[in-house]
């Protein structure tokens, strides 16, 4: 199979690292200084001791179709990243956008659209819903300074097609090649009901930890920081379950979740360590906005958002950071107490 993964930071150098293994045929779109690592050295995977180093193909822009094209970037970015790699994407190549959040293709294949997801229309000019495959990856990745990924788990993900019409022999040839590279892949009966729960888990700490400086950890720890992932937890739930019929795991789920997942700072705390744009459309907005819509405001979440938006500086400071948590507890228990 040929199968490109496009992003070659955190997950689509641990992808490539373990694809590579499977004998399929990668090739790995990246950009500036790391495409030029890339295709000098390789890249390597870390997986807690055991190493995985590969040779990709490496490329500024795809010009061969392939088979499936992993988007291991960030939400925001999906739109300009498949626009550049076009000629790499056939009508018959699956495409796999790997990113967190409220994805695009949510309610395909009705016409509901999934606010802020596809602010240009890219997505839905250049994909067919046939060829996209739905997917929740379950992995813990973040990169040292020489650019090796470094993962604290083993890999699980889940795949489905997002609308009837998929080619099922290409999708289990590509299941097949992830599970013989060390990628734990299945295939999904209910890959929307996947995408709520890893959601809620990302909803509930990746803009906290962004705002505050905490790891998962640090937020199961912590009461105070607990308290606030439980009510945006609580408001997520509340929408999935008035507007989508859905039921989600509960508070001590979450708490047990995030105490197991260590001290691993979110891909959201990396991004504002680095002072990258956040995920914030995709992992917040889109649900706040849909919520809304359903007069059912999340509003804890909102004033998380809302103090991101104004920080000057992420993550928040000593007295601004305690400043900003007594704002949002105090916030949460006004919600909390019977009028
Ligand atoms: N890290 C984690 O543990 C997890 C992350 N996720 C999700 O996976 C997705 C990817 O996250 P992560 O890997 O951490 O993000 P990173 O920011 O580490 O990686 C994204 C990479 O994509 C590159 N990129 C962006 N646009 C393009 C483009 N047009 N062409 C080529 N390269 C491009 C970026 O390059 P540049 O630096 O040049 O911008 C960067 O190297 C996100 O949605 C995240 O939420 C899901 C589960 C766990
Ligand atoms: C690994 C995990 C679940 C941590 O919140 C994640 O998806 C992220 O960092 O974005």
Known sequence: MKIAIIGAGNIGTAMAALIC???AEVTVVARGARLQAI???????DDRGTRH???????????????AVFLCVKSQQLGAALDTNRAGIGPETLVIPMVNGLPFWFFLPDARPVPHTDPEGILARLLRPEQVLGAVLLMTVSMDETGVALSTNTP???LAPVAPGADGAKVDA???SLNAGGVVTDLSDDIRAKVLVKLMANVTTNPLSALVGCTLEEIGQRDDLCALAFAVADEFRAWAKADLGR??????????LLLDAGPFATSMLQD???GRTLELDAIARAAMTLAEDQGQPMRCLAAIVHALDIATTL???GTACAAALSDLTSLTSLERTPS
Do not use: F, H, M, Y
């Not at 180093?53 to 088979?67: F, G, M, N, W």
């Open 53 to 67: 180093d590969a040779r990709p193909k490496a490329t500024e822009a795809l010009s061969e179709v392939q088979d």
């Open 315 to 317: 993550p928040l400071d």
């Open 272 to 274: 504002a360590r680095a």
């Open 21 to 23: 293994n499977s004998g």
């Open 39 to 45: 295709a000098e050295g390789g890249l390597a995977l």
């Open 156 to 158: 699980t993900l889940s």
């Open 247 to 256: 039921d989600l795991p509960p508070n001590p789920w979450l708490r047990e």
């Open 174 to 176: 590509l299941i097949e």
